[in-house]
């Protein structure tokens, strides 16, 4: 069990809420400092310059990441934040690793995967003992080291909500601010906020006597977590047979208040499985990006929670997709299948006339499990692993009666690593590092009541 630091971490109580961007994003981030304080949310927005410059606290760190970790800390000590919206992604669509806002890829190794990003790193500011976590305790300058030499020890814990919003230039921090601000001033209607849509279907191939549709099992432990709620549970499923791009689509530009995909993914599509002609399964379209302009729900919004691999691998640009797209032809391993410029976890986001007002999904490789291991009845797919992360953040909401969206993201973090400890395998640590949070953590659910 995760013990708190011996020091008090919210020791004042004068900001809520940090927005940490580039001051080429000031502007459009302006309406929304004013939308949050008009409801009581304290909030501060302080630029990347003011933070290396020290403007407000003395600048502390190896690099611009630990820059901005020790200012979180400082932030926190100080001003008793609760909440960290960092707002700022690669700076192009096409090519290049230049930040707005720098990421922090750590090394926890597998066969075909060496590095990942995690967010997870700004919002684990304390060790058990309330030192700083620095995710380098070798101090080689590698973050979250997991190799056969050694590892790096990681606390795992979440002692602030982070969220990013994965901007690439202003355009998109103004689409993003306005859906914010439309969702939280309008209470949500019922009529479209009590939709709950489930997309699944046979994830992983069967093992003899447990037949479970991973996907299905999953996606119904959401609905049975919401159910309390009056969700109405809109199941787009392979054994239903409508589990299809056009349906999604046009589910999702109905409104909902949640969407659940459980599957599988790549940075630019989300895809189930069937296993009844093929061992190997056949892969069925859920959604791509390229379809998400079709989306037409606006001010209609819903989280997303994204269930498959490298969804939300928002340091995806046009030129790597390509490359990596061109290397599959010659049997590479790549997880690119189509060029894109920004991933489908952002690009939900980001959407102009429609789409989410947040997603949470894998930076890396996602992983699950098949079966029924220890017998219990139970279908170890929504046990372990990242589908125990999916279903029990939806029961936050729906049992717990947690309606900031931060909130819901670091409960079910912290109850994973209670259950999980992380440093007791390396799967469950990257299970909670690549899980991104691309959205505001101070959201509310369902908005403001008038």
């Not at 008009?38 to 020290?54: F, M, P, Q, R």
Request: charged share 20%; proline share 5%; hydrophobic share 35%.
């Amino acid at each position: 069990k995760y013990t708190p630091p011996s020091k008090p971490l919210l020791t004042n109580d004068v900001y809520d809420l940090l927005i940490i961007a580039p001051s080429e994003f000031s502007d459009a981030l302006q309406p929304l400092v004013e939308h949050k304080n008009s409801h009581n949310v304290k909030t501060i927005l302080v630029t990347t310059a003011e933070i290396y410059g020290g403007t407000y606290f003395t600048p502390q760190g190896r690099d611009d990441a630990e820059k901005i970790k020790y200012f979180i800390k400082d932030a926190i000590e100080e001003w008793g934040i609760k909440y960290v919206m960092l707002v700022g992604g690669l700076t192009s669509l096409i090519s290049g690793q230049e930040w707005y806002v720098p990421v922090v890829y750590v090394h926890n190794e597998d066969t075909s995967e060496p590095k990942y990003i995690s967010d997870l790193y700004y919002a684990d500011i304390y060790d058990a003992d309330g030192n700083f976590s620095s995710w380098d305790t070798n101090d080689n300058g590698v973050y979250g080291e997991w190799r056969m030499t050694g590892k790096d020890k990681i606390d795992g814990y979440p002692d602030v909500y982070v969220g990013r919003l994965a901007c690439r230039n202003v355009k998109e921090v103004q689409t993003v601010v306005n859906k914010i601000i439309t969702y939280e001033s309008t209470p949500s209607d019922p009529s479209w906020f009590k939709r709950l849509i489930l997309a699944g279907g046979d994830t992983f191939n069967d093992i003899s006597g447990h037949n479970y549709l991973e996907g299905e099992v999953a996606t119904q432990q959401t609905a049975d977590y919401l159910s309390g709620k009056g969700f109405e549970p809109i199941k787009l499923w392979w054994s239903l047979g409508n589990l299809k791009q056009s349906n999604v689509v046009s589910e999702i530009s109905k409104g909902a208040g949640f969407v659940h995909f459980s599957g599988h993914g790549s940075p630019g599509m989300w895809m189930a499985k069937d296993f009844t002609q093929d061992p190997h399964g056949k892969y069925i379209l859920g959604l791509d990006v390229y379809h998400m302009p079709m989306l037409s729900n606006s001010g209609e919004y819903p989280v997303v929670v994204i269930g498959g691999c490298h969804n939300s691998m928002f340091n995806a640009t046009f030129l790597d997709s390509t490359i990596g797209c061109i290397k599959s032809l010659t049997g590479s391993l790549t997880w690119y299948w189509m060029p894109i410029p920004e991933s489908f976890g952002w690009w939900i986001v980001k959407a102009q006339k429609g789409g989410a007002i947040a997603s949470f999904g894998c930076t890396g490789l996602g992983y699950g499990t098949i079966g029924d291991s220890n017998d219990d009845g139970i279908p170890d797919c929504i046990q372990y692993l990242l589908g125990w992360l999916e279903v029990h953040f939806f029961e936050q909401y729906g049992v717990e009666n947690v309606d900031i969206l931060g909130e819901m993201w670091g409960n079910a973090v912290t109850g994973y690593a209670n259950l999980f400890p992380p440093m007791d395998d390396k799967t469950d640590l990257k299970t909670i590092e690549e899980w991104a949070f691309l959205g505001d953590p101070s959201l509310k659910i369902g908005g403001y009541s008038s």
